[in-house]
């Protein structure tokens, strides 16, 4: 190895006359200031690291939260653990191009995969006791680009802040006969979704489902404009109201056999996009709250679902629908969640695939 | 006194540059992992885009490094510490151009797409796969600490060779804004 260096000794190294040996008390700062560095150092990287926090939110502690009494269900999904693929096509109409510039809204067919799901951290769960229910959509694009969203059934969310969410877990989890109502009273916002889970009627059918974005999201068009939106996929199958006691007589699986058989024997099955644009001054922070009605709302498209496999070995499987991955044309706006979902996700995605022992795939690709 | 060797310039000035850029990787990426709030997205964003850059960077470096050498150690320090400087800088080396090429190859096998910078977009260099996934992200995380360590350790010796063995080493990587040859 060639060096690079100034005149030197015949032998290639150097010397140079040192100074007489350090005092002891030169000794010691130097000592003390290589400590206070370290030591400085690592004190500071276990703070950034939250481990000298104990009140920091962490998804560690939201998933710790979520766990069910029974436990996790290994190599699933921490929340809305038990779903079921399908495989599709987002068309276009090319309405929304005049709100976004994504190139998911000019015209045309794009590739759509995604996941009906129960809103339960229990993959075992019987979907008859399930209040929440989801779908995982991922569209991608000739350009490149994903459009990844994670939608629910109800018209707003139960709480304003990921922090409220955590506490409202907790509140759940809890044997204290109090902790739901200390709740409430201190998330007043909590009771329009105990009204909606208690009086909004039942469907047999995911095809009858409405899934909402909740979060806001900033669309930009291509003058470079900015319009916080909302999504919403509305089916066009006719929701028929079930009570939850008739849907239990149906079976634990019904709603996944459900969704099998009526797309084998019905064909494809069909969402109108809906995007409603917020006015100025409209909370869209706050997923809790609805954008009043008479909002400018846009038709931008139709999902067409085309084929259901079941999850195990099926193409949702690997998939994490990751709200904040998003094309060009659109962001995340000021609305806390999307962040928190993405970092909650994160986690529960690399805890998930290291289980895949637990849960394994079919080798042939038929359904146990 | 003998006129001491140093690192070229543009060696010095990658090391700097690439200290600030390593530790701001180790505290962005400890404290990314661990928080909900709306800055995790940004974090995660820059901790990807200089993750790339840092792998160019180290790139160069190593070349650099591989063209100009290194000023020789003190004919005086003892071989252990020889042995432990020159190994702990293979494990610099090391670490800087695997930790993002371990974070690169987790994101393919978890088919999470990789955009850099607001809008590079970089391919995906494995197939999705649970147990490379799973592999890729426990070797950048356990690495990540590793590599924090060693920067500590490096630390600690430099200011070691600096404050109280004053041998001149430092002087050889120190930035200096007037040649003193």
Not at chain 1, 264 to 284: F, H, N, Q
Request: with cysteine.
């Amino acid at each position: 190895m060639e060096s690079h260096q100034r005149p030197s000794t015949s032998n290639g190294e150097f010397s140079m006359s040192r100074p007489t040996r350090l005092s002891t008390r030169s000794l010691l700062t130097s000592l003390v200031v290589i400590g206070a560095v370290v030591g400085g150092s690592a004190v500071a990287f276990g703070y950034t690291a939250g481990w000298l926090s104990p009140r920091r939110l962490t998804p560690d502690k939201l998933l710790e939260a979520l766990a069910p009494p029974t436990g996790v269900s290994p190599g699933h999904r921490r929340n809305h653990a038990k779903g079921i693929c399908f495989t599709g096509l987002f068309e276009a109409n090319g309405n929304d191009s005049v709100l976004s510039r994504a190139e998911v809204f000019r015209a045309g067919h794009y590739p759509a995969l995604g996941r009906f799901n129960l809103g339960t951290a229990n993959a075992n769960a019987t979907d008859a006791t399930v209040r929440v229910r989801g779908m995982g959509l991922r569209i991608s694009t000739p350009d490149g680009e994903e459009w990844r969203t994670a939608m629910i059934d109800p018209p707003f969310f139960p709480v304003s802040t990921p922090r409220a969410f955590y506490d409202l877990l907790r509140a759940l989890g809890s044997k204290n006969p109090d902790a739901m109502p200390t709740f409430i009273h201190a998330n007043p916002e909590f009771a329009a979704f105990a009204a909606w889970a208690k009086t909004a009627p039942w469907t047999g059918s995911y095809a009858e489902e409405h899934f909402n974005s909740l979060n806001s999201f900033i669309f930009t068009d291509s003058s470079g404009a900015d319009h916080a939106v909302r999504w919403s996929l509305v089916p066009q199958t006719a929701p028929v109201p079930v009570s939850p006691e008739d849907l239990a007589k149906r079976g634990p699986d019904f709603l996944e056999n459900e969704i099998t058989d009526r797309v084998r024997s019905s064909g494809p099955l069909r969402w109108t996009m809906t995007v409603t644009v917020a006015d100025p001054g409209d909370p869209t922070s706050d997923p809790s709250k609805a954008w009043p009605e008479g909002r400018r709302s846009v038709e931008v498209g139709t999902l067409v679902v085309q084929q259901i496999e079941a999850e195990r070995d099926g193409p949702c499987r690997d998939i994490n629908f990751d709200p904040t991955v998003l094309p060009a044309g659109i962001r995340t706006s000021d609305d806390p969640f999307p962040a928190a979902r993405s970092s909650a996700y994160r986690e529960s995605y690399d805890l998930r695939t290291a289980e895949a022992k637990d849960y394994p795939r079919t080798k042939s690709g038929v359904a146990p | 006194m003998i006129a001491i060797s140093r690192f070229t310039a543009i060696q010095r000035l990658l090391h700097w540059l690439m200290a600030i850029c390593l530790i701001a990787m180790l505290f962005i990426g400890v404290g990314m992992v661990s928080t909900v709030m709306p800055k995790y997205l940004p974090l995660v964003a820059v901790h990807k885009s200089l993750g790339v850059t840092i792998l160019l960077l180290a790139l160069i470096r190593l070349v650099v490094r591989l063209y100009y050498g290194a000023p020789p150690l003190p004919v005086d320090l003892p071989v252990p510490m020889k042995l432990a400087a020159q190994s702990s800088h293979y494990a610099l080396y090391t670490l800087m151009i695997a930790m993002p090429l371990l974070g690169w190859g987790m994101l393919s096998a978890g088919a999470y797409p990789i955009e850099i910078y607001g809008g590079i977009r970089l391919p995906a260099v494995l197939h999705q796969s649970d147990a490379l996934h799973t592999a890729l992200w426990d070797a950048h995380f356990y690495l990540a600490f590793a590599f924090f360590a060693l920067v500590l350790l490096h630390v600690a010796a430099a200011l070691f060779h600096a404050l109280v063995r004053r041998d001149g080493v430092f002087e050889t990587i120190a930035p200096s804004l007037t040649s003193r040859h």
